[in-house]
């Protein structure tokens, strides 16, 4: 796992561990023994380490940290110090990326050069860790105090210009890396290597290091709020500067081994892998991403130009895909354009783009007021509104409009496929890509097929998520598919909670101090209270009844209308500076509790003989998220969704579930699928009226075991397979 070269005078160490060269134990022998022969060869005068295919090293290997037992001597910090006291010159040439453990070789290498492209960073807190093999004691000697806080707390990777300007490099190469490298090690041959070894040398800014620790500390409590890692990041470099090297040293070992071994950092290692895995999708019928090929998607074509479909062609231009935007008035689709236009504005002003890459986005992006401009487009996106007949319409239409290949994508957040794609004579290319909004931000991508659509179809648009940047999971068909589907739920919960004695901001409260970035309030402010009346509207029409505010039960199923009685009143949310909260017009980031709000609340409790009581804020969470879980166990056991982790990361990414409670499913396996399944019985025998309570059968399942059966293995509970 790393090759041994001997070129003239000079040994060279690849690590050679593909994908991204891990410092798996094999790779952590194979330095140890490098060092080593090269110190014992006479011939050898230096060392190089570099990494082998597109990368110097990603770090320890994740994989390991759940495995004591890979955890095999030697450790990382013994290789380094095998590599520090090497009586040769160590230099490491990285290209590509050194990230955590791989930045660490780096410092413990008496030069580091790096091609222009390279980047470096601790990402480690990203995983509910530190860089604990001396990272945090030894960027400081580098880099001074404020810089190593920074970049240590909040994971960002840097450029080589960066690095350089930091201390952290000594050259910034522009030719081949390796190349460069030799003859760097030609030039330090024989100088003295002490003033090189940074546990030798000292924090220059040490006696600044309180002050410089508590402008960090504020900074990092307010962007980080809730976590733990990043705290201690910068307690490991406060003590850098406070402590000897050795002892900053056994300290840094004594943190990351408490991070290690908590929730968070669990649950974030758990999010990193269930990310990934995300992209891996399968069909019932065994296609994959593994023997099924994409379509080549070269232009394309988005139909309404509103807010979802403006930021639809946002994510699509700013990938480098030519968007036709189709809008039937010209007024809209003018507005649409300058939306456009206005985003990429913001983006440009935020320095994300330059006015040059604004221009390029523009040129390819063009108006349409009728569907015929589509014929020759390999990919639509339909984006109008929330509407089975008119969507039926628009594809019938596309489908006789538009070339035999074209694939036609449905943005709709709850229709079912089959429906849409039973309008057209092709069910075969037709997709669901269920985009969040704001779709120029929102990271999350939901491909849904139907049954008719074809592996090749799936495949394409899970690579056009790629190529636009999403995270992208796929789900089955069904309505509200994964993610509307569960979240409802909780929604749902949250109205009821307020008709059982909360206010809007406890329920926020609770739920923000859970690590939500936002309570579903003030979410329901930001995007729209009239959003989800009109969706409530258009469910009751399908279903053929009337909703009014006085509506408390339908089909058996109770409902609140608190929400609706706030639309009445013109209370939109943040657009008309009311809502469940109201706002100053100077700030329309701070919501501000109304007691209007209680008012209508309090008012509405009365008029339907609701009694109202203290409710404890372990039941807000246990209403709140066992109601969604309970209804992800369903949407499992349904192969709506094929894993746990896919639900995991569409909370995440299209709810903001923190990342570091890992999500719903995860959470739930964190509490006990027993007390879990415990509570959803409880709850459905004091709501009998709600049937998101009735407990899953595969919850029931897996409940009924006497062991925990992991996460991993969920699976193979559904549809009896296993009882
Ligand atoms: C004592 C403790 C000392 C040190 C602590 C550490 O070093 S902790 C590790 C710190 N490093 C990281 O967190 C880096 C994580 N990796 C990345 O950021 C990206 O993977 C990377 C390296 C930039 C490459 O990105 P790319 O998009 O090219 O590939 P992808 O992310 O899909 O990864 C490819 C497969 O490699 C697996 N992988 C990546 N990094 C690690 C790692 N450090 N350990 C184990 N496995 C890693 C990744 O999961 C992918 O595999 P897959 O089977 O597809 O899941």
Redesign the pocket.
């Known amino acids: 796992m790393v090759d041994y070269i001997i070129d003239q005078n000079l040994a060279i160490l690849a690590v050679n561990n593909p ?2 060269n ?2 798996s134990h094999h790779v952590r022998e194979g330095l140890v023994e490098g060092i080593k022969k090269a110190n014992a060869n006479d011939q050898v005068t230096a060392i190089v380490i570099i990494g082998k295919g ?2 110097f090293c ?6 390991e940290f759940s495995n004591h037992a890979a955890i095999k001597d030697p ?3 013994s290789v380094g110090h095998t590599i520090e006291n090497s009586g040769k010159p160590v230099i490491s040439a990285i290209h590509g ?1 050194a ?4 930045l ?1 070789v780096a410092l413990f290498c008496h030069y580091r050069i790096a091609s222009e492209s390279a980047r470096v960073g601790f ?2 807190v ?2 509910g ?1 530190l ?3 001396e ?1 945090t004691v030894r960027l400081p000697r580098l880099s001074g105090l404020s810089f190593a806080m920074d970049m240590i707390a909040s994971g960002k990777q840097i450029n080589a210009k960066d690095a350089f300007k930091h201390g952290i490099l000594d050259k910034v190469c522009t030719g081949n890396i390796l190349e460069e490298a030799k003859d760097f090690a030609k030039k330090v041959i024989g100088q003295p290597l002490d003033s090189r070894r940074l546990s030798r040398i000292n924090v220059e800014d040490a006696s600044n290091v309180d002050a410089v620790f508590e402008v960090a500390l504020a900074q990092v409590k307010k962007k980080y709020k809730g976590q733990i890692a990043p705290i201690y990041c910068l307690k490991s470099v406060r003590n850098s500067a406070k402590m000897s090297f050795d002892k900053a040293a056994a300290e840094e070992r004594r943190l ?1 081994t408490e991070l290690m071994l908590g929730y968070q950092s669990i649950a974030l290692r758990y999010s ?2 269930a990310e ?2 995300a992209s ?1 999708w399968r069909l019932p019928c065994g296609a994959s991403v593994n023997n099924t090929k994409p379509s080549k998607i070269e232009s394309t074509g988005v139909i309404g130009a509103g807010t979802m479909g403006s930021g639809i062609a946002v994510c699509l231009i700013r990938a480098g895909i030519p968007v036709i935007l189709v809008e039937k008035d010209p007024k809209m689709l003018e507005k649409g354009m300058e939306t456009i236009s206005g985003i990429l504005d913001g983006s440009v002003k935020l320095k994300r783009m330059t006015p040059g890459q604004k221009a390029k986005c523009m040129e390819i992006l063009k108006g349409a007021t009728s569907l015929d401009k589509l014929s020759n487009v390999d990919l639509v996106i339909e984006a109008v509104y929330e509407n089975l007949e008119l969507k039926r319409q628009i594809f019938a239409q596309l489908d006789k409009v538009c070339k035999p290949s074209t694939l036609l994508c449905s943005n709709t957040s709850t229709l079912d496929i089959d429906k849409i794609a039973s309008a057209t004579n092709r069910p075969d290319k037709v997709v669901g890509t269920h985009f969040f909004a704001p779709a120029f931000i929102m990271r999350l991508l939901e491909n849904v097929y139907g049954s008719k659509t074809s592996p090749t179809t799936v495949a394409t648009v899970m690579e056009l998520g790629r190529r636009i940047g999403k995270v992208t999971v796929l789900v089955k068909t069904c309505y509200g598919f994964v993610g509307n589907r569960t979240h409802q739920c909780f929604g749902a919960e949250a109205s009821f909670l307020l008709e059982e004695g909360c206010l809007p901001q406890d329920i926020d409260q609770v739920l923000e101090e859970f690590g939500m970035a936002m309570g579903p309030f003030k979410v329901s402010d930001l995007s729209g209270i009239d959003v989800g009346w009109r969706i409530r509207q258009e469910v009751a029409k399908a279903a053929g009844f009337k909703l009014t505010t006085e509506t408390r039960y339908h089909n058996g199923e109770r409902i609140s209308t608190v929400g609706d009685s706030l639309f009445e009143m013109g209370r939109y949310g943040i657009k008309t500076g009311k809502g469940w909260y109201k706002y100053d017009p100077t700030n329309l980031r701070k919501p501000v509790p109304d007691s209007d709000v209680a008012d209508v609340i309090l008012d509405h409790c009365a008029k339907m003989g609701l009694q109202r009581c203290k409710i404890p804020p372990q039941e807000i969470i246990e209403r709140c998220l066992f109601a969604a879980v309970n209804e992800c166990f369903r949407v499992l056991e349904e192969r709506v969704a094929e894993k746990p982790e896919d639900i995991d990361v569409i909370w995440q990414y299209g709810f903001s579930f923190p990342r570091y409670a890992g999500g719903p499913m995860f959470y739930a396996s964190q509490v006990g699928l027993k007390r879990v399944y415990e509570r959803v019985c409880f709850y459905h025998e004091k709501f009998p009226y709600s049937s998101h309570w009735i407990p899953s059968d595969l919850l029931r399942k897996l409940a009924s075991h006497s062991v925990e059966i992991p996460m991993s293995q969920w699976k193979e509970f559904v549809n009896g397979s296993k009882l």
Not at 58 to 63: E, F, N
């Open positions: 994908p991204v891990a410092l597109k990368i990603s770090g320890a290997d994740i994989r450790v990382l910090t990326n990230l955590g453990g791989g660490e990402p480690e990203l995983i860790i860089p604990g093999a990272g990351i990193f892998f990934r895995s891996k």
